[in-house]
């Protein structure tokens, strides 16, 4: 590894190193809330480092990426971290979680997911993925006194470790059919006139299997309403988020380098869109519990990021990472909203403990409401342009089923977001106490609503920023 | 005159509003100032509405009016507003109408800063929709006018209010929805033409394709629209939002909501698809004729005098889309000067019953009678608007409907000769709701205080403007002229386009 890599590693050495340290820090100052200020205080330096720096190579070691595209991703998985641990500052300190490891976990999955998003080869791959999972698990369970949270954990672990297993092993066919690791050759094994074709197929397949466990598409996502309701909000938020995100991420380098047996591959994903679009969304109707309506709404959102990938071209692959970045902003910006009225002693997950908050806690409550109407995919929100862009692209492509059944899920999911806008403003105001918020919990929410407004009014400087970057 | 054309007027226009709204929720617990801002506004609002129309009184073809900037330019979306003779008609409506939903809800009490902030959005709402002339653009206005609505119906609505709300969402959102897919298609053929990618409306006109292609996007853009208006099929979630609706919200929904459905055929629909617009016309008669019978028949058999309301909504409604099916120029001018005639008498109506249900705690028909001896003032401002609303003559209503029942029988004789046959029914139910609220037997124990000046000047100023409008419509349909003589000239002429399917 030359000096130039190094460099080039620079906003992943400081999530990572950054980690270490505050691990160390913790054993002999043990303070919660200034720990993890420290630690959301590393991820934004990694974050501007990863945003201004020009890095002296473009790849490092024919591992991972270090030109634009990874270095978007680097910024806003790291900015992801930031948040996550302000949001989990007083969160964390009602429920004695430990500032040090804590701390450190998170920015550890933020250089995972950093690393995930930017590879360039399988091992790279497996490496990122592994990086943040293995962290993510004990995220989970990290309220050790919490039931809920610690079988959210096994489950996550079991189902990651089937996964993991697939993963590996198609990685292993790849390879064998290919002789390298390198994402772009690694990809020739599904030519026709090779030889080693079916084997490389078999591989292919695995593989998305595992990526899809990991993005909770339809029939690999069983676990998902069950840990997003054990885990902790914050934890959830970036479950959701940034390990999906970077998954897809990283998918979106592995189908735009395929240029051969894309035609192959492509029935396979229309199947497993519209799975995660039909499924998603009629189970999401029944939850009376907000994360987990929150669960299988992502599914359905993950179908729709996939409908980004199916598409593909320019419009497509825009699209998704414009999608991506929106559904940080309002799905970390939900769970903040839960995370920041849970007490010392619960989080207000059932519909019925949100029952008139809209006028007892009129600012969250109003942020909770941008960030479903955007969800939903109402316009001015970045939801809707991040819809839009989708549909352009799967119609140009010629997808028109796909784009019709996803304009219908659309509709119906209105139905399940503004269940939740009508317990918020409609019912009679008796809410149970919630907690009032702190300052740090209100600037991270104020900012998630301001970047889906943002983005939906004003879209045009990020989609021009992704549209340079698509490589 | 330079000057005045370099100030971005429409943007002021529909920003304006959207700045009070801001305003409004930043100081929601000031309510009383709340609701002086709103009043401000929406008065500058139709200031600025006003002064557009004199100053563009002659009419004329083409924008008076026109704005284009870049917005998106990577997905093709700009920001156009224009502003011609129709929309002109509908600004100033809006105006008027908006500044009278702010005085008819002065009472409000509950949660005040945020109701007044939602009226204010639903004015930046539905000036965009009047004015964009990008169709992405127009879409987010489209949407936009639904989110404020679906809160005031749903906070501030009555016993069903939440059934009500949702409803209304998901009916006018699933039309939506579709034609937003129409719109990306109709985009997309553009480009694969060779045209740069573009979804302005005059970029998107002349797109060629198939037949076939041509029916499904313009049905898309239909159903969107005539959900909206409501036509008949697809009418039943407007009585249930008006029943439940507070006062405001039913005077916005039958005044301007309605409209922009019409609105939308006319400026999108027909010049975007000629040749399916001009198969769809004996269809639409057809509808519209369906419409006018059957809802006065159920108006007629309503008990909740809000709810006859509603429904005669969906009646007069129908007379305005014969009007566009009639496809001339009597009958086009007469139908958008009736979208503006019934805007105003609808929602004087509305305004009447909930004066009469916020002192009397009941629209029931059967519960009420025999106000005339006890208020007045109140009776004859509602025996007033319901002879307008049933179209006597030198009122405003018989304005607009003599003249598409003119243009309808050159269209076809047929058409006009049904639709003549459906003024004598809404005459019925009219006179049946006056029968029952105002003459009649008193029942209970009336002591409720008449008008308040506030109340008076708001119904006033409405009075005048349906003796205006019936006396003389000459200004109003000047500024029309030159648009609908356009917008004819898109579509072939169709005096003989047959009768009935």
């Known amino acids: 590894m030359t000096w130039n890599d190094l460099v080039a590693l620079t906003p992943i050495l400081i999530l990572a190193l950054g980690s270490v340290a505050i691990l160390m820090l913790g054993a002999w100052w043990p303070k919660r809330r200034e720990l993890m200020a420290l630690g959301s205080v590393t991820a934004l330096a990694a974050a501007l480092t990863a945003a201004v720096m020009t890095p002296p190579v473009e790849e490092i070691r024919g591992m991972f990426g270090a030109g634009p595209y990874a270095r978007f991703f680097t910024t806003l998985w790291a900015l992801t971290a930031a948040l996550t641990l302000v949001l989990s500052g007083r969160y964390g300190a009602e429920r004695r979680f430990s500032g040090g490891e ?13 690393l995930l998003s930017g590879a360039t080869s399988l091992v790279g791959l497996f490496l990122g993925l592994e990086a943040f999972t293995l962290v993510l698990y004990i995220l989970i369970a990290f309220h050790r006194e919490d039931d809920a949270g610690a079988e959210a954990g096994l489950k996550y672990l079991v189902m990651g470790a089937v996964a993991t297993g697939f993963l590996a092993f198609g990685i292993a066919l790849i390879f064998t059919s290919t002789g390298t690791f390198h994402l772009p050759e690694a990809l020739s094994g599904l030519d026709p006139a090779s030889g080693m074709r079916p084997v490389a197929l078999l591989g292919w397949a695995m593989l998305i299997l595992a990526l899809g466990f990991k993005v909770s598409l339809v029939p690999f996502h069983l676990w998902t309403p069950d840990v997003y309701q054990g885990a902790p909000a914050p934890v959830a938020g970036l479950l959701a988020t940034g390990s999906k995100g970077a998954v897809f991420a990283v998918l979106l380098s592995l189908t735009a380098g395929l240029a051969v047996g894309w035609d192959d591959l492509r029935p396979l994903l229309w199947v497993l869109c519209v799975l995660s679009l039909l499924v998603g969304t009629l189970c999401a109707l029944r939850q009376d519990n907000l994360k987990r309506m929150l669960a299988y ?12 990938l ?82 352009v692209a799967t119609l140009d492509a010629g997808f ?13 999911s209105v139905y399940y977001y503004l269940r939740v806008v009508v317990v918020l403003y409609m019912s009679v105001e008796d809410a149970p106490s919630l907690h009032p918020g702190t300052r740090e919990e209100g600037a991270v929410l104020a900012l998630c609503a301001l970047a889906t407004l943002g983005l939906g009014i004003l879209p045009a400087p990020l989609l021009d920023l992704i549209g340079r970057l698509i490589p | 005159m330079t000057e005045f054309i370099h100030i971005p007027w429409l943007t002021i226009l529909v920003f304006l509003p959207l700045a009070g709204a801001l305003l409004c929720l930043a100081l929601h617990r000031r309510e009383v100032l709340c609701r002086w801002l709103a009043l401000a506004v929406s008065w500058g609002v139709f200031v600025l509405a006003a002064g557009l129309f004199a100053a563009f009184r002659q009419g004329g073809a083409g ?49 005040t800063g945020f109701f007044f902030a939602l009226l204010l959005l639903m004015e930046a709402g539905i000036l965009g929709v009047f004015l964009a002339l990008d169709l992405v653009l127009f879409y987010l206005f489209w949407e936009l006018m639904l989110i404020p609505m679906f809160f005031l119906i749903g906070v501030w609505g009555h016993e069903r209010r939440i059934y009500a709300a949702v409803k209304f969402f998901l ?19 553009h480009t694969a033409g060779g045209g740069a990618p573009s979804f302005a409306l005059e970029a998107l006109r002349g797109t060629s394709m198939s037949t076939t292609v041509e029916f499904w996007l313009y049905g898309a853009f239909l159903l969107a629209f005539i959900i909206k208006v409501p036509l008949v099929p697809v009418h039943t979630w407007l009585p249930d939002a008006h029943t439940e609706a507070p006062t405001a919200g039913s005077v916005i929904l039958a005044g301007l909501l309605l409209k922009t459905g019409v609105y939308g055929l006319l400026r999108f629909g027909f010049p975007l698809f000629p040749a399916a617009a001009l198969a769809s016309l004996p269809w639409l008669a057809l509808l519209a004729l369906i419409g006018i019978f059957y809802a006065a028949w159920i108006a007629y058999l309503q008990t909740d005098a809000k709810r006859l309301v509603a429904y005669s909504s969906v009646a007069h409604m129908g007379f305005v889309v014969l009007g566009l099916a009639a496809w001339n120029q009597t009958a086009l001018e007469g139908g958008i000067l009736q979208m503006v005639n019934h805007g105003i008498t609808t929602g004087a109506l509305f305004a009447l019953v909930g004066m009469i249900d916020e002192r009397a705690h009941t629209r029931q028909i059967a519960e009420l009678g025999g106000l005339w001896g006890r208020v007045p003032r109140l009776s004859f401002f509602f ?12 009122l405003n209503n018989f304005a607009g409907e003599i003249l598409i029942l003119i243009g309808a029988f050159q269209a076809n004789p047929l058409w006009g000769a049904t639709a003549f046959a459906g003024v004598v029914f809404a005459a019925a139910y ?41 006396l003389y419509p000459a200004p109003f349909l000047q500024v029309l002229e030159g648009p609908v003589s356009d917008l004819l000239a898109q579509l072939p002429q169709t005096l003989n386009h047959g009768g009935p399917p």
């Open chain 1, 102 to 114: 804590y701390t450190a976990l998170v920015l550890f999955a933020a250089a995972g997911m950093a």
């Open chain 2, 383 to 394: 025996l007033f608007f319901s002879l307008a609303s049933l179209g006597l003559p030198g």
């Open chain 2, 171 to 189: 009916f006018t959102l699933a039309g939506s929805l579709l034609m937003l897919l129409a719109i990306i298609g109709l985009h997309l053929l």
């Open chain 1, 400 to 412: 028109v089923a796909l784009a019709v059944l996803g304009v219908l899920a659309s509709l119906v």
């Open chain 2, 63 to 111: 924008w008076l009016l026109y704005e284009d900037h870049a917005w998106i330019e990577r997905l093709g979306v700009r920001y156009i507003l224009g502003l011609d003779g129709i929309s002109l008609l509908l600004v100033l409506l809006s105006g008027f109408l908006m500044l009278t939903a702010v005085l008819v809800s002065w009472k409000v009490r509950r949660h």
């Open chain 2, 430 to 470: 009219m006179l049946r709701l006056v029968q029952g609220v105002i003459w009649g037997p008193a029942r209970g124990a009336v002591f409720w205080p008449d008008l308040e000046p506030r109340e008076a000047v708001v119904l006033i100023a409405l009075a005048l403007l349906v003796l205006w409008l019936g």
């Open chain 1, 310 to 391: 199916i598409a593909a071209g320019a419009a497509g692959h825009t699209a998704l990472v414009f999608y991506l970045t929106a559904y940080v902003a309002m799905n970390l910006g939900a769970f903040g909203v839960i995370a920041s009225f849970s007490t010392a002693t619960r989080e207000p997950q059932e519909l019925e403990d949100l029952r008139g908050l809209g006028y007892r806690h009129p600012l969250r409550s109003a942020a909770l409401a941008i960030f479903l109407f955007s969800l939903a995919g109402v316009p001015p929100s970045a939801g809707f342009i991040g819809k839009f862009a989708i549909f």
């Open chain 1, 297 to 308: 709404s992502s599914v359905v959102h993950m179908g729709y990021v996939l409908m980004a």
